[in-house]
């Protein structure tokens, strides 16, 4: 007979197995669709706004309901949503694996953006439920671990099933994975927030989700609408910068606010968020454009692209614990200054990285300099954000830094994609001329410019311009992202507080003190 210690230990095994298969199951998702963005594009005939929409649609979704998502866990049984939300990726991705089109495609991975923002906050929430203080952070840290080995691993498998199979097997690994997380979750205990408000923030999270949709609209359609529906992409983009102006108003007004501004009022909580916003969107941008330089540009197979940033995940995941330490021995602006200057240098490497050399010379150097640079940020920035507000508000906080660095992605796919276009076509435009190309071949030329370097033309000449002007604008894109990483150095550094280990409490005692005070 089994004593209630081994029994309280056996059902935290299964809280930890169920939530990583969850958490990595999104994770791996997260990470293998951009590995299948050029196999997909070639399939189904994509634009590279399509292909934007595919990841857009997903991170949109994500960003704007991550907060509702972890509310409504709270409320109504942190289970019961976690179940709901794998339940519902799970159904989506089938759907994108079924996809007879690019539209199909788009709108599964809205739907899968909406099972993810249930699932994900759920995993941390159910560990945070079931397990007591004493070994809370040793299971965090097992969660983190293997969920960076499953987003390691998924575009190595990823890319193996494109390359022998088809692209469609990138969605459907996601349902045996979700049967085992539903079977496993009828032994998770329930749990939720009995303190919870039960009035959630749907206008709120309405005026955020129409808000991003409009200004994520029209930064990818606008190069190919500028000629002809100028004052309509003009007209999407007010309406959505409005509607998240609005939000702002709402959220500072309701009394149960999905984002709760006076947190803001810390100088270490505003700036590294602001941080999070620069340093992942220049991450964002890289991830979505490096595969296709490499498979597109390098002709690498999906299973090598895949494979290319395994060095990167290891360096997080074999630095992780060091790097939670440097807050403690060095303060916060320290690690958040120096990380992201160093992780601006591998940007940069990327960027000058020869085209024509192997992976090792090329790429293994930018890699490894970049995963050094994120792994010296990312733990001390988390440790930043918790320590920044009262130990009552770390969930909302949590969850606010979550939510900046998914919509630093949906930002730096919209905002790269628009400069990469118009470099692209700027830069094919000028080679054309140079050729002696008849109106038919170069109307061909045109019609096919939106799917930028998946572009396939038999005249040599050609090829080369696509293959250049597609490289300028990725060089471009890069620069920017470069750019970017080391303005988030220079913000920890003007914005973020030198504090030391023994200035958290009183970090802690004076953002309490703050909230209040209102």
Not at 131 to 149: C, K, L, M, N
Request: hydrophobic letters at 55%.
């Amino acid at each position: 007979m089994r004593s209630d210690s081994s029994n309280l230990q056996s059902s935290e095994r299964i809280v930890l197995a169920t939530t990583i298969l969850g958490s990595g199951m999104a994770f791996i998702d997260g990470t293998v669709v951009n590995v299948a963005l050029p196999a997909l594009q070639n399939a189904l005939h994509a634009s590279i706004a399509d292909v934007q929409w595919v990841v857009e649609s997903y991170a949109l979704m994500l960003a704007a309901l991550l907060l509702i998502g972890g509310s409504l866990g709270d409320t109504f049984g942190r289970r019961r949503v976690y179940v709901v939300g794998v339940a519902v990726f799970a159904a989506a991705s089938a759907w994108c694996g079924l996809a007879r089109n690019i539209d199909m495609l788009i709108w599964a991975r809205s739907i899968q953006g909406l099972g993810a923002a249930l699932l994900i906050p759920g995993s941390l929430a159910l560990i945070t439920a079931s397990f007591p203080e004493s070994t809370r952070g040793q299971a965090i840290g097992t969660w983190s671990g293997f969920s960076a080995i499953t987003a390691a691993i998924g575009p190595v498998i990823g890319g193996w099933l494109i390359e022998h199979f088809t692209w469609r097997w990138v969605f459907f690994l996601n349902l045996p994975l979700a049967l085992m997380v539903i079977l496993l979750s009828a032994k998770v205990p329930e749990s939720r927030n009995e303190r919870a408000s039960h009035h959630l923030d749907w206008f709120g999270a309405l005026l955020a989700t129409l808000g991003l949709c409009g200004v994520t609209y029209a930064l990818i359609e606008w190069p190919a609408r500028v000629y002809h529906d100028r004052n309509l992409i003009t007209a999407i983009a007010g309406l959505g910068v409005l509607a998240l102006a609005a939000f702002v108003a709402v959220e500072h007004w309701s009394s149960a606010p999905m984002v709760s501004l006076e947190l803001f009022r810390s100088r270490n909580f505003a700036g590294a968020n602001l941080l999070t916003l620069f340093l992942y969107a220049s991450l964002g941008g890289l991830m979505f454009f490096f595969p296709m330089d490499l498979i597109q540009i390098q002709h690498y197979t999906a299973t090598q692209a895949g494979a290319a940033f395994l060095p990167f995940i290891a360096i997080m995941f074999g630095l992780s614990r060091w790097a939670g330490s440097l807050v403690t021995r060095y303060g916060s602006r320290l690690p958040l200054t120096v990380g992201p200057l160093v992780a601006a240098c591998g940007f940069a490497l990327f960027a000058i990285a020869p085209q024509d050399g192997s992976y090792w010379a090329a790429f293994f150097p930018a890699v490894v300099v970049m995963g050094l640079g994120m792994a010296i940020s990312v733990a001390p920035l988390t440790t930043t954000v918790m320590n920044a507000v009262p130990e009552s508000g770390s969930g909302l906080a949590s969850g606010i830094n979550n939510a900046v660095s998914r919509l630093a992605d949906l930002l730096a796919v919209a905002v790269f994609g628009v400069v990469l276009v118009s470099v692209f076509n700027h830069s094919l435009d000028q080679q054309l001329t140079q050729l002696t190309l008849s109106p038919d071949v170069h109307a061909q030329v045109d019609a096919a410019r939106s799917q930028l370097a998946a572009t396939h033309n038999l005249n040599p000449e050609i090829q080369s311009a696509i293959t250049e002007s597609f490289l300028r604008g990725y060089r471009v894109v890069i620069w920017i992202a470069t750019g970017l990483a080391t303005l988030a150095g220079f913000t920890a550094l003007l914005l973020i507080e030198s504090g030391t280990p023994s200035s958290t409490v009183s970090a802690r005692t004076n953002a309490t003190t703050a909230l209040s005070s209102e």
